[in-house]
């Protein structure tokens, strides 16, 4: 198979002709890339050929989503996420779309897509669920409290993010084509859903139905990405028709139980812990990935990577054992 037919195999449950590797997503991790391209990723061109060189089978269209998260230099020299700008109603009333970034990110858009698409690769974008959205865009804390005292407020600011993400959705598909979405969709922790699972249904439910039903419309395979424990929200995302999840945290999650559980109505991505990766050896990362391969490859439907951000300080030979064992080891036949 070519590594887009692997990957959208998988992604839709089907068996490929071996487990594909791809990181939903990459922290820039010049080392690595250097290691593939003989330079970090320095334009369009480098990123199609770093993808195909590193075996993903599909490429980064670009993020799209309307946040109110804070972002601030820390002492590290990163930024970090620092809170949130949308609290009350004043603020929901000042809330505008971003339509000149919207511009600038579907001129990109159109640009790698054809990049991709000539060297046999998908394409695929990022949308911020409106849960995730108004969670970081009032602060965790805010959001909480909210939640009790006037929970009008934060399904209006839902509202109005789905809104954007239908109008983004719109336009990307009769600007462009791609091959799939990410909904980047944080909504619970090690131990749970942040909220309870009656709340996040009537929050997230219906307004991520009408979005994702645009998608669905033009046969656009969608993915959904959250952290932490994830068997209470998978029922709602096989229920809103998404092909797969991503993530499956290895500190929260059983891979193999989630499997045997949903791996008949849904492909899982991901698994891979970065804080293993970051402290073992490279021998154990290359038996911890063949355990992970084991577990999740069962009937097809699995795509190994990370559970989160590939983050530059890594070690690149423990990543590398990470991809050169799932190249080695996936294979079905």
């Given at each position: 198979m070519s590594q887009k037919e692997r990957l959208l195999t998988a992604l839709q449950g089907g068996i490929p002709d071996r487990v594909p590797n791809f990181e939903v997503w990459w922290g820039g991790h010049?080392?690595?890339?250097?290691?593939f391209l003989g330079h970090p990723v320095g334009n369009e061109e480098d990123v199609v050929k770093f993808a195909k060189k590193i075996g993903w089978g599909s490429v980064n269209g670009g993020y799209f989503g309307l946040g109110g998260g804070v972002s601030q230099e820390a002492s590290d020299g990163e930024t970090h996420y620092a809170g949130g700008s949308w609290r009350t109603w004043e603020d929901y009333e000042k809330l505008e779309f971003p339509f000149d970034s919207l511009e600038e990110k579907l001129i990109y858009l159109k640009k790698i897509s054809k990049i991709a698409r000539d060297e046999g690769l998908a394409t695929h974008i990022y949308i911020l669920s409106s849960f995730h959205a108004v969670a970081t865009g009032m602060g965790l804390e805010h959001f909480s409290l909210t939640c009790y005292d006037d929970l009008k407020l934060v399904?209006?600011?839902?509202d109005k993010v789905e809104e954007y993400n239908r109008l983004v959705l719109e336009k990307v598909l009769n600007e462009t084509k791609i091959d799939f979405i990410v909904l980047d969709n944080?909504?619970?922790?090690k131990n749970g859903l942040m909220v309870s699972?009656?709340?996040f249904e009537k929050l997230w439910f219906q307004r991520t139905k009408e979005t994702i039903q645009i998608l669905k419309d033009k046969g656009v395979v969608c993915t959904m990405h959250t952290d932490g424990k994830v068997d209470e929200v998978i029922p709602l995302v096989i229920k809103l028709g998404f092909s797969a999840i991503h993530g499956i945290e290895a500190a929260a999650n059983d891979l193999g139980e989630i499997k045997e559980k949903?791996?008949?109505?849904?492909?899982?991505?991901g698994n891979m812990d970065i804080v293993d990766l970051t402290k073992k050896s490279p021998a154990e990362i290359e038996e911890e990935t063949k355990e992970m391969l084991v577990q999740g490859k069962q009937d097809g439907g699995y795509i190994a990577g990370c559970n989160t951000l590939?983050?530059?300080?890594?070690?690149?030979?423990?990543?590398?054992?990470?991809?050169?064992t799932i190249d080695k080891f996936g294979w079905y036949k």
């Open positions: 010049g080392e690595i890339e250097e290691y399904e209006a600011v839902m944080d909504c619970a922790f699972p009656q709340l949903f791996g008949k109505e849904i492909s899982l991505l590939v983050a530059k300080y890594i070690p690149v030979q423990n990543y590398l054992a990470m991809v050169k």
